[in-house]
T-cell receptor, first 116, second 113 residues
Framework: AQKVTQAQTEISVVEKEDVTLDCVYE???????LFWYKQPPSGELVFLIR??????QNEISGRYSWNFQKSTSSFNFTITASQVVDSAVYFC?????????????FGPGTSLSVIP | DTAVSQTPKYLVTQMGNDKSIKCEQN?????MYWYKQDSKKFLKIMFS???????INETVPNRFSPKSPDKAHLNLHINSLELGDSAVYFC????????????FGPGTRLTVL
């Protein structure tokens, strides 16, 4: 069965620090997709990244970077030089071919607070 | 231009009432979804429709009935509301089924008194 674990429930960092949000997933499928979403205090869900299981290249987008490691079933998210606007709940999610790609399973989320 | 919109944004109602939440997307997507986010922020898929056809129906009480009049709209009707139905309900859409990115609406906060 598919499962997403985000062991860090809450993280607090001081502005300009780097922070890594952990995501560990479980799947028996070889074909799957991983996602990260951001939910700021205003409540909307903002898509950040999608990665398929065949693409293990790390990705960098500005201050954001993602490290996908199939060997450890992890898809970690790092924010460099954090800013107050990064304060949000971040969700890692998984969809797999065998159940249905449309059935996206979300992790419990990590609440990040960036203190000025 | 709003990509995925939901109405209303807030809904406060009494137990036992029937209510509907509407969702519209102007992205030209074929697949739409309903999610429920509980008070602990846990997000769970409820339904998905592809071209007006029900694809996913999770273990949701049959008091919840989705309706898709066309592929740009997916409404959620809830009968006999209960206290436990209080949550934020998110609509989402994707270009088609198959692992593509889902884009979410702003959410509807439902409070059942």
């Amino acid at each position: 069965a598919q499962k997403v674990t985000q062991a860090q429930t809450e993280i607090s960092v001081v502005e300009k620090e780097d922070v890594t949000l952990d995501c560990v997933y479980e799947t028996r499928d070889t074909t799957y997709y991983l996602f990260w979403y951001k939910q700021p205090p205003s409540g909307e869900l903002v898509f950040l990244i999608r990665r398929n299981s065949f693409d293990e290249q790390n990705e960098i987008s500005g201050r954001y970077s993602w490290n996908f490691q199939k060997s450890t079933s992890s898809f970690n998210f790092t924010i460099t030089a954090s800013q107050v606007v990064d304060s949000a709940v971040y969700f890692c999610a998984l969809s797999e071919a065998v159940t249905s790609y449309d059935k996206v399973i979300f992790g419990p989320g990590t609440s990040l607070s960036v203190i000025p | 231009d709003t990509a995925v919109s939901q109405t209303p944004k807030y809904l406060v109602t009494q137990m036992g009432n029937d209510k509907s939440i509407k969702c519209e997307q102007n992205l030209g997507h074929d697949t739409m979804y309903w999610y429920k986010q509980d008070s602990k922020k846990f997000l769970k898929i409820m339904f998905s429709y592809n071209n007006k056809e029900l694809i996913i129906n999770e273990t949701v009480p049959n008091r919840f009935s989705p309706k898709s009049p066309d592929k740009a709209h997916l409404n959620l009707h809830i009968n006999s509301l209960e206290l436990g139905d209080s949550a934020v309900y998110f609509c989402a859409s994707s270009r088609t089924s198959g692992g593509l990115t889902q884009y979410f609406g702003p959410g509807t906060r439902l409070t059942v008194l």
